[in-house]
Nanobody
Framework: EVHLVESGGGLVQPGGSLRLSCAFSGFTLDDYAIGWFRQVSENKREALSCISSGEKSYYLDSIRGRFTISGDAAKSTVYMEMNGLKPEDTAVYYC??????????????WGQGTQVTVSS
């Protein structure tokens, strides 16, 4: 059974940092890539970054240089370090297994989400 659980969200001031975690089970990064997304409307989740066994990808200019994706295969956990946070980064963040073993920006199975709020 594919299962993913996000953690690490919270309230942070502008310019602050958070590290999100995505614990996964039922597959490995050799089977499916894992992506980070955020909710931008009721029916659209915006792809932010992706990691597979062979690559890392960043999809938005607005996060490039501020957000860093990484993984720990021994712990079956993927991380996203977020630095220099801005109010416009406020959103519910999700991790998801993607539909292939390479990065595509298309989620398949989703975690429950974790709220990130950037406010003074």
């Amino acid at each position: 059974e594919v299962h993913l659980v996000e953690s690490g969200g919270g309230l942070v001031q502008p310019g602050g940092s958070l590290r999100l975690s995505c614990a996964f089970s039922g597959f490995t990064l050799d089977d499916y890539a894992i992506g980070w997304f955020r909710q931008v409307s009721e029916n659209k989740r915006e792809a932010l970054s992706c990691i597979s066994s062979g690559e890392k990808s960043y999809y938005l200019d607005s996060i490039r240089g501020r957000f860093t994706i990484s993984g720990d295969a021994a712990k079956s956990t993927v991380y996203m370090e977020m630095n220099g946070l801005k109010p416009e980064d406020t959103a519910v963040y999700y991790c998801a297994s993607e539909v292939a073993h390479y990065c595509s920006g298309v989620g398949n199975y989703w975690g429950q989400g974790t709220q990130v709020t950037v406010s003074s």
